[in-house]
Antibody
Framework: EVQLVESGEGLVQPGGSLRLSCAAS????????MHWVRQAPGKGLEFVST????????YYADSVKGRFTISRDNSKNTLYLQMGGLRAEDMAVYYC?????????????WGQGTLVTVSS | EIVLTQSPGTLSLSPGERATLSCRAS???????LAWYQQKPGQAPRLLIY???SRATGIPDRFSGSGSGTDFTLTISRLEPEDFAVYYC?????????FGQGTKVEIK
């Protein structure tokens, strides 16, 4: 059974940093692209970042480019999101999601999400 | 960046009725790169349809997707009580992923 479990939830001040983790199990982690998607309270889904299978290619939404860094450790089956320069508008539930079997074009499994609160 | 616009914003229907949800793109989208998700309150999204018309694993056949170019549709043939939720379309193109703003299907 595919499982994605996010961690790193927290309250951080504006301008602060936080690292999220996503532990994967039930599939060959190194064979799939991985993504982060977020959802602000009461709002819709927003793409955040993508990383390919070996970590050699990464992509970011314009809203987080230069402030967030996605990475992965295939030996630990874990995906990361290092967030810096946090703003009020970054407050959201952050989901990790697996890229589809047919390619990274869609998200076929999602974690339960972890909440990031940005407030002074 | 391709913008996806979903309509209507809210769809009020009764169990057993047919639901038709629209997703319109600001530029042409490859059918291979259009997906639909369902999200219930307090839960993560769930993949329903990928490649515009392929059902994901375990998705009932009352869910179907169609369309091409800039116009895509998700149809739920007969609404079951568990189908009342928010639905999102999503596209990929030129190393960019975007979602529509969502359509809420509520009980009338």
């Amino acid at each position: 059974e595919v499982q994605l479990v996010e961690s790193g939830e927290g309250l951080v001040q504006p301008g602060g940093s936080l690292r999220l983790s996503c532990a994967a199990s039930g599939f060959t982690f190194s064979s799939y692209a991985m993504h982060w998607v977020r959802q602000a309270p009461g709002k819709g889904l927003e793409f955040v970042s993508t990383i390919n299978t070996n970590g050699g290619s990464t992509y970011y939404a314009d809203s987080v480019k230069g402030r967030f860094t996605i990475s992965r450790d295939n030996s630990k089956n874990t995906l990361y999101l290092q967030m810096g320069g946090l703003r009020a508008e970054d407050m959201a539930v952050y989901y990790c999601a697996r890229g589809g079997r047919g390619g990274w074009y869609y998200f076929d499994y999602w974690g339960q999400g972890t909440l990031v609160t940005v407030s002074s | 960046e391709i913008v996806l616009t979903q309509s209507p914003g809210t769809l009020s229907l009764s169990p057993g009725e047919r639901a038709t949800l629209s997703c319109r793109a600001s530029q042409s989208v490859s059918s291979s790169y259009l997906a639909w998700y369902q999200q219930k309150p307090g839960q993560a999204p769930r993949l329903l349809i990928y490649g515009a018309s392929s059902r994901a694993t375990g998705i009932p056949d009352r869910f179907s997707g169609s369309g091409s170019g800039t116009d895509f549709t998700l149809t739920i043939s007969r609404l079951e009580p568990e189908d009342f939720a928010v639905y999102y379309c999503q596209q990929y193109g030129s190393s960019s992923w975007t979602f529509g703003q969502g359509t809420k299907v509520e009980i009338k």
